[in-house]
Structures are given as structure tokens and as C-alpha cells.
DNA sequence: TCCTTAAGTGTATTTGATACATTTTAAATG
DNA sequence: CATTTAAAATGTATCAAATACACTTAAGGA
């Protein structure tokens, strides 16, 4: 008794599959795309020498000292050894690449309410010269005051001022570029100022920040009547004492008003 | 002469690498993340057991007889035979995502010069339930006019009024709203009309786009003067007779004008 | 008690978005 | 040839939102 053959048909493209059938006996219509049939194996997977290694990439965001700063790892392996580098890792065949950036991000944070967000997908044949990787890149807002992680693995990472960060390995100069301008726009389309704050903050603060991530001056009281007309901020009767003589009232941001806003969908112009 | 033994740290997630080296011997520092020493072998890949496959799915757009529609082939395949799909194809190693896009596309509808914009990466564990596939989504425009393509592949493809779309396999229905918000949001922030339409068109037509992509009806008048401020347009001296008995002027888009205007960066509201 | 420092506050002006109605043209009709 | 007809073309007044702008207040330190 012979082997069963298959045979297959090259191109694939219009709909995602091809056709897969036994010699002489038509396709199979119950089998998948990309399957091959083997007498002996059952199903295997077809073109597994175009599967590929998916990593996830995390520029992470944080707000510290009135500057917004970038948290990035020294790179200890060659190629690139020595230079500086995104936190990185690979998705693993029983996790979403939400779970692999979200456990990423954890290892080495020890945090896990972490405000992430998919940013893009870089698929260059070149981008890593040691090995073909596809990178997908999620860029995460941490407030860095409230969260000091004591993660084993931050010895070898670092906060970056934006403005004064170093040049990093391969493609990740562009995801970081990609990410500001990712922030820039939502921070027009929702108050993200939440994520990256402590839970109670100054206006002075908040408005540090927005200038920080639209890179512009903004004029104090206007900045106050737009967010105040936003109706999501909360007064407290606590003053910070530190900032002025005066002092400056603490704020919080009132998470049902501000989910509603975000649901309605609104945008606001600085 | 025992076989060279390397040595692997699990955890591997602070910067996208883990320790290699020859054991006894400290790592390798030359040796690439990921990668594995055999000593008959040479360098082979590490983890591949996580290599996944990587499909591109392309939500297709064309702006036909004053409806947005949309391209779907039907599945001539189990899982879901019958049912109507996205465009897609998986990438190959020697390609990149945007290049496999291209090439999906260019299989189908012959055609190469047509917008295309990666949209967003699909990576639930079971959204496909044949096999673990990650599929990153890509919108194009095409006009539908000027395009009629014969490419072999179309006896089974079919475009479909947006509003009166099938339920589509897998998460290709989510793929689709996401297409349909960002071709929204792209409305607004560059004259991407230019993609939808013939060389030649009239003010009436670029209004109806627009009101099918907006989803809303807008008022003539403000829409031209909007648009004549956006200073794109170049009006010919032709006429379209044939839909009024007065006759329309046709349009074309000054291309150098737009991009310039693109690479400005500019929005504008509806 | 006075000085200093940053916080807190309101209005006038400009700009852009919206609402809205009549005239024009050429083909079709009688 | 005069009249009808259907859609194209056009401009302004109003309203809303964005911007520009300067003085007063509170409390700590000298």
C-alpha cells in the first residue's frame, strides 16, 4: 500500500488559502489552509518554515520630575551589545500578544494595571540582523512617583528624559517616534493625564505634563477652563504645601465622569 | 570528544535576550538572543516551538455608484466553508507585512500603485480555530471605477455595500469596524478621496464619499467652501453632462499641492 | 511688617463652524 | 421657439470655540 501524497497548490493569496486535496481524489474540503495531511502524522502544519518568532516591544512612558521620560534596558548580548534598547520579549504560542506584553511588562516591573495600548507592527526582513523577528510594538503609560518597582531586573534599566534619550538598536528609534505621536494624539482625545499622574495632583502639574507631550508652551489659564469645562476633575480640600507658598490645590481625576467622556467619545483642542 | 553543551536562562523578558554561552565557559557574548549553538548545526534558531505564522488580512475599499463598499471573497474551505472573508494570505519569510499586503492584493486585483496603511495585529489565541495564526490587518483604498481589474481570482470575490455587508469568519467583522474608523479618522486628516475617486470627478461625487464615509449628511455649500479653502482641487474646464442637464465641473486633485499638505500635517472638520 | 513667589481667576477678540436661499445653465418638452 | 425642469453654482450672517492677555491672592521667609 502505498503513501498517501497530497498536492497543493502554490499561490494562495485570495483568500487566505489554497487548495488541498489527495492525488486524484479532489481536495479535501474540511481540511484547513496550510495543512498537509500525513498518513502517518495526521494534520501537520503546512509552511512552517514561514512561521516566525513574533516579539513584543514596550516603549514605556513615565512622568517624573516635570519631565517625561522613556524607561529603556542596556543591551548585554551582542549584536548591539552595550547599546540601549526597549524592554522586549517574545509572545509565547499559548498567550495574545496583549498577554506577552502585559506579562513583559510585568517581569520587570512587578505591575500589572498598567495603561498599554498596541502601537504597530515591524516587520522589516532586515530589522534584527541576527535572526528574522517580527516586532510588534505596545507603548504603556506608568506613573513613575507612585510606582517605584523594585523588579530584579532594574539594574539594567534606566528613565530617559524624551529629549536626552540615546540611540537605540535596531528599529526601535522609530517605534519611540511612532509611540510620542501616538501619545500626542491621545492625549487630545482623552485626558490620559490619569495614567501617568499620581492619584492627586496639582494643575500645574497636569499642565507640566501636557506640555511635555504636546511639546508647547500653554497658557495657564486657558489650559484651566478647557480641563475644568471637561468636568472630570475633582477639587480636593487638601492643598500641596511644597509647590508655593500659597500652596496648590489637589486635584483627581473622577473616573466615572472621565470613563463616560471616554465613552461618548469627545475631543479637546490645546 | 563530548558534544558542546550550551546553556539557556529562561527568563527572558527585560530586553528581548537571555544568556548564552558554552557551559563552563561563560556566554558567548557574540552570540545573538535566541539563538542556539549546535555544534554539527552551527547557529539554529531558539524557541522555534513559538514561531507562529503570520497572515495579512486586507479590508479593501472602493467607492462605486455612490456607495462605500467593501471586498469579500467567499471561503471555499472548512472551517466556515461558505461563509465571507477578508482578503488575505500568509507572509512569507522573504517578505515583510507590507510587502506581502502588496502582493495579496496584487494577485488578487493585478494592481500595485494603491494605498495601503497597516491597521492593526490580531493575535487572540483561537481566532483562528484551525491554528495558531497572528493576523495583522491592512486597509486599502481602491477606485473601483478606473480598476476593473480581471484578475482570475475574482469569480469568487465580490464587492459588498459596507452597510449591507455578511458576517465575515473569524475576527474579520472587528477588522472591519477598525477599518472603518480609521478610513474615518484618515477623512479628516488628509483629502484621502483622492484614493476613492476617478482622476476626473465632480464636486457632488467627493461630497457623497465623504457623506458615506462620515455617515452623515452635509450641506453643500459649507462643504465645498471647505474644500476649496483646503486649496487641493484644481477645476478643469470639462464638464460632466451627463448628470445634470446644466452639466458639473470635473476636478482633479493637485497632487503636489496635497502632499505638500500632507507632510504639513494638517485637519480638517466636517 | 514687608517682600517674594507661584497660584488663582475672567473677559475681550479672533477665528473657524454652521445655517441658510436664490440664481444659473442647458437639455427636454410641448 | 418658448417653457419647463433638474441639478449645479454661489455668499453671508450667526454662533461657538480658541486664543490672547494682566492683576489679585495667599502664606512663608526675611
Redesign the pocket.
Known amino acids: 500500500m502505498g503513501s498517501l501524497q497530497i498536492f497543493l497548490r502554490e499561490s494562495a493569496d485570495a483568500g487566505s488559502f489554497c487548495y488541498i486535496g489527495r492525488k486524484g481524489h479532489g481536495r479535501l474540503p474540511w481540511c484547513h489552509p496550510y495543512l498537509v495531511y500525513d498518513h502517518r502524522m495526521g494534520l501537520k502544519y503546512y509552511k512552517s518554515e514561514d512561521k516566525v518568532l513574533l516579539a513584543v516591544d514596550c516603549i514605556i512612558f513615565g512622568f517624573d520630575n516635570g519631565e517625561l521620560k522613556i524607561l529603556l534596558v542596556r543591551r548585554n548580548m551582542e549584536p548591539e551589545m552595550g547599546k540601549w534598547s526597549l524592554i522586549g520579549g517574545f509572545m509565547k504560542k499559548a498567550e495574545d500578544l496583549d498577554q506577552a506584553a502585559t506579562r513583559v511588562l510585568q517581569n520587570l516591573t512587578g505591575l500589572g494595571d498598567i495603561y498599554m495600548e498596541q502601537l504597530y507592527t515591524y516587520s522589516k526582513v532586515d530589522r534584527d540582523p541576527g535572526q528574522r523577528t517580527i516586532s510588534v510594538a505596545y507603548f504603556a503609560l506608568i506613573d513613575v512617583a507612585s510606582h517605584q518597582f523594585e523588579g530584579v531586573q532594574l539594574e539594567t534599566a534606566r528613565w530617559f528624559p524624551l529629549s536626552d534619550a540615546p540611540d537605540l538598536i535596531f528599529d526601535h528609534n522609530k517605534m519611540v517616534a511612532k509611540a510620542v505621536a501616538r501619545l500626542r494624539r491621545r492625549a487630545l482625545t482623552m485626558p490620559i493625564g490619569f495614567e501617568l499622574l499620581p492619584d492627586k495632583f ?3 502639574q497636569l499642565q507640566t505634563l501636557y506640555e511635555c507631550i504636546l511639546d508647547k508652551e500653554l ?4 489650559f ?3 480641563f475644568k469645562s471637561l468636568d472630570v476633575l475633582i477639587r480636593l480640600d487638601e492643598k500641596d ?1 511644597t ?7 489637589l486635584y483627581t481625576f473622577d473616573k466615572d465622569k472621565y470613563d463616560r467622556k471616554v465613552e461618548e467619545g469627545f475631543s ?3
Chains 1, 2 share one sequence.
Open positions: 496639582t494643575m500645574r497658557d495657564k489659564r486657558n484651566i477652563n478647557k504645601m509647590v508655593a507658598r500659597k500652596g496648590a490645590y479637546f483642542k490645546l
